[in-house]
């Protein structure tokens, strides 16, 4: 943890997690590394744990490794927003309707399955329906959002609904947007407790996490596999890579699938309750509808605001001040009166973007696979977690319908996305023109 600098930074202001601040996910849990294991999950995030507590549930032996902590990756520095998946609808639609209308469907299990493993295994982590309200910053946009819920209507009921430029201060306390689209179903949770509590169900339900091992190696054997850090092994009958955004040269398949991106957030110091309540009046999630995406929302307390987006720089000693500079000018943009506010949090974490904009999971020569969230994993991570589980169980009562997407790599790309700076150049270039 680094105290930081720049003006804008409270005096106390660190680049950790805001959420680590009530659950920094520690090695606490951990434990020997057995020889052998039925299952080995690498990765204990959202995808790793959910899978882990349907197996165990069903009698298997598993061992969860992560290379730091269980929850230390995107799942515990995440925005917390998780809501049914319209924005996926367009996507989808290239596979026709019916699996347009099944993958949004199926988004809606997804929510509910966070909803039931928080109220069945008592995880305390502000899960609440709060709904969520995206910004149009163009009366184009707006257009736009109203086109697309008419598609979205021609194939199944929907109950998101426009929100005018003249009511928009309902939603959120701004003249920015040209009014905005509301989903009233959506919800926001504190990630870190959400996955802090899943690790620690998935240890009572007989699993054992081990931390600090960085799998180096994933050998094919007559019984199953031998997964090595290069000190240690275990035999596992089935593997399961859960390692998403983080995913390294482990197994070139899906490295050269998963494009890493990174996203950051930062979190302002506690804002007095009034205009709290002016600038996020119901609470809800928020978005703009930008292309380089940004999200926003109060803190579950509801005393900060978190505002999330894209990164200008991945490397180099500036990092933090610049990414968190360019988030706080966004965050202004918004809601220019939080000229004077601190900025007490930065921080940031990899998401895994795939070249057809869907999640996937399945199997690969006999290792299992769950990821590819594009930014948007709360709930699928934590779903295909579970479905993934049930596939390696052979009970899958209904397959996902994601299941039969094809998994495409594209040529040149061995997992160092080397044309991202262009393509989020270009798209910066588009709203920038979109404004003007
Ligand atoms: C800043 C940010 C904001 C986001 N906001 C939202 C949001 O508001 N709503 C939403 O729905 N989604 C959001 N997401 C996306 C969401 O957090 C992810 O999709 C989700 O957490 C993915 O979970 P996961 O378990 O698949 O991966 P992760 O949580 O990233 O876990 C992967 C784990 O694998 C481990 N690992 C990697 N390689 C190895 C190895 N070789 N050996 C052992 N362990 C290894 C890592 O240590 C890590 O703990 C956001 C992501 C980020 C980064």
Known sequence: MTKLKSRFFTHDAVNEPYWWEDAKPT????????????VVIVGGGFTGLNAALTLARAGRQVTVLDAEAPGWGASSRNGGMLGPGWATFDTAMAYGPDKARAIVTESFQALQHVKDVVDQERIDCDLAVVGYFRGAVTPRAYDAMGAQL???????????????YAEQ????GTDFYHGG?????????????????????VKRAGVNIVAGVRVTALERQAAGFRVSDGKRQIGAKQVLLATNGYTGPLYPFLQRRIIPI??????T?????????????KRRMLAGSQRVVT??????????????????????EDVVETNAAHLRKQMLQVFPELADAGISHYWHGQTGFTFDKLPHLGQHEGVYYACGYNGTGIARASWFGHKIAQRMLGIEDEPSAYEDLPFRSRHLYYGKPWFLPLVVL???????????
């Not at 929302?297 to 490397?315: A, N, Y």
């Open 269 to 281: 110091e506690p804002l007095p309750s009034a205009v709290m309540s002016r600038l996020m009046p």
């Open 426 to 436: 270009y798209y910066e270039m588009r709203d920038r023109w979109d404004q003007r």
């Open 262 to 267: 990174r996203s950051a957030i930062i979190a």
């Open 181 to 201: 689209l509301a989903i009233p179903g959506y919800a926001g949770l504190h990630p870190a407790r959400y996955v802090a509590g899943l690790a620690h169900a």
């Open 150 to 164: 008419e598609r979205i209507r021609k194939v199944m009921p929907c109950d998101a609904y426009l929100v005018p």
């Open 169 to 172: 201060h309902g939603e959120i």
């Open 295 to 316: 999200y926003f929302r109060p803190s579950p307390d509801g005393t900060r605001i978190l505002f999330g987006g894209r990164v200008l720089k991945v490397t180099g």
């Open 27 to 38: 090695a606490t849990l951990e434990a020997d590394l057995p020889s052998h294991s039925e």
